[in-house]
């Protein structure tokens, strides 16, 4: 650094109006693909051996022998609009004021909720502790005027950190003297994190496809949330890929003029596909992170609001008598089903036991937090509504409490749209119509459920099985499908 202090490096210098906006720049120029800065930033936080908060990508390009490997480091982007500190339940993800995104380790809950809506893929639950991690910017040696320990250690000087909003800063002059881009623009949310003279591919995650395994390392997926699932991956890799081709080749010597042709054909597309780039070195996969737990809370919270919809929408319009069994039936059913949905929703939690730490620590912009609001209210109003029929109060309070109820139990129906709307790293935020995809499997399951409670003829009973299994179908795909797609 010659003469210059660590703080005119950074770019926080006694400046007059104390505003500080840290970012990095990743001379892609430079990078040589050596891992120090993974190295480093693990020793330095102590990170457990199979989650990293920041690692090297590779990929290559080309055929043999004109053949160039590329290199990009990757991380969180210290977002200026970052969706994972909106969608966080308890505020344990942050932005402070000096721009870093930081976490607290004390108020995670593990909902898993800011590794969906992460654009960059950047944060991991610690198989550990069960909470959530990420680059934190160093924010300790900041703090004490010393640099990010990446930056320190990067031997040709490729990572370059500082104050962007100053423009004397180090970081602000690369900027201004180097054409930069970054991951993702069209996410919205302005990262913090700026390449020199990098590639579409390699920034694309779409440009390469996830092979089985990598240099270096053969845990092709399952780490964090579900490192216990590595094992079982192992076999995976790309050499299923040269036994097929050798295969052909054989075949194709001993086959009639018909199938050889077929065969050459098969041939040629795999000779156009190892042209294309090549991710040869990437982290793991983090996998499923959102399971049948998610996907089953979905249909078992649109039975008990479903079919509390559907009855009392029935009842002011005449269609049937709500007598005080069909009451007790449906108020029963709903409140089971409600109850399913909170164990489903604790259960999916990697620290279940401060899963009230959504109520008690509430971060008000979050879907998470305002859909535990509406469940409590909802559920509420079905209590309310036993009490009227258990202590044969007058049944008008039961068409008031409906009033209320009503709203409610649309609200617990589709709240989950919303909160998929949040997690902006995967398509569920790219789907306009997941709100109303949502309230029409609501009423379905509604319809389907009260079927069983007032109607007693079997073609009915099965034609309402069917509908549910559709349903439970169609959302699980909802949930799953999203997550397979890769993110870096």
Not at 308 to 325: H, K, Q, W
Request: hydrophobic letters at 40%.
């Amino acid at each position: 650094m010659g003469e210059q202090s660590t703080n005119e490096v950074l770019g926080v210098a006694q400046r007059s109006d104390d505003v500080v906006n840290f970012g990095f720049v990743i001379d892609n120029r430079k990078c040589i693909g050596c891992h120090a800065c993974t190295v480093a930033c693990k020793s330095e936080h102590d990170v457990p051996i199979g989650v990293n908060r920041t690692h090297v990508k590779y990929i290559e390009k080309g055929t043999y022998p004109d053949v160039t490997r590329e290199f990009s480091v990757h991380r969180c982007n210290h977002c200026e609009d970052s969706p994972c500190t909106t969608i966080c339940p308890t505020t344990a993800l942050f932005t402070r004021e000096d721009g870093i995104v930081d976490f607290d380790d004390d108020r995670c809950i593990g909902c898993k909720s800011c590794m969906q809506a992460c654009p960059y893929d950047a944060l991991y639950i610690d198989p550990n502790k069960g909470t959530a991690a990420k680059c934190n910017y160093c924010a300790h040696r900041i703090e004490n005027s010393y640099e990010p320990s990446c930056v320190v250690v990067c031997p040709v000087e490729a990572i370059i950190s500082g104050d962007l909003d100053d423009p004397n800063s180090s970081i602000s002059n690369y900027i201004s003297e180097h054409e930069v881009t970054v991951r993702k623009p069209e996410s919205g949310a302005k990262p913090n994190v700026f390449y020199v003279e990098t590639s579409e591919d390699i920034l694309d995650p779409h440009a390469t496809e996830r092979s089985g395994e990598y240099l270096w390392t053969d845990q092709a997926a399952g780490v964090g949330h579900f490192a216990k699932y590595a094992d079982s991956r192992l076999g995976a890799s790309d050499t299923n890929s040269m036994i097929v081709q050798l295969a052909l080749e054989k075949k194709a010597r001993a086959a009639n003029p018909r199938d050889r042709a077929i065969i050459r054909d098969v041939m040629e597309r795999l000779d156009e596909q190892a042209e294309r780039p090549k991710r040869s070195y990437d982290q793991p996969s983090k996998g499923i992170l959102w399971g049948w737990e998610v996907s089953a809370y979905i249909v078992t919270k649109a039975i008990a609001s479903g079919a509390y919809l559907v009855a009392m929408l029935a009842m002011f319009a005449g269609l049937i008598d709500m007598t005080d069994e069909l009451w007790w039936q449906l108020i029963i059913g709903s409140t089971i089903f409600l109850g399913i949905t909170g164990f489903l929703l604790i259960k999916d939690l990697d620290r279940p036991e401060r899963f009230i730490y959504v109520l008690l620590r509430p971060n008000w912009n979050s879907w998470l937090v305002k859909g535990a609001y509406i469940l409590g209210a909802f559920g509420a109003v079905l209590a309310c509504s036993g009490a009227v029929i258990f202590f044969d109060l007058d049944r008008n309070y039961l068409d008031y409490l409906a009033i209320a109820g009503i709203p409610l139990a649309t609200l617990t129906g589709i709240y989950t749209a919303w909160l998929f709307g949040q997690a902006s790293g995967r398509n569920w935020s790219k789907d306009p119509y997941l709100t109303l995809k949502m309230l029409i499997e609501m009423v379905i399951l509604g319809v389907s459920s009260l079927v069983f409670l007032i109607s007693s003829e079997l073609i009915y009973w099965a034609l309402a099985s069917v509908l549910i299994i559709l349903v439970c179908r169609h959302a699980h795909n909802t949930v799953i499908q999203p997550q397979l797609e890769t993110l870096h």
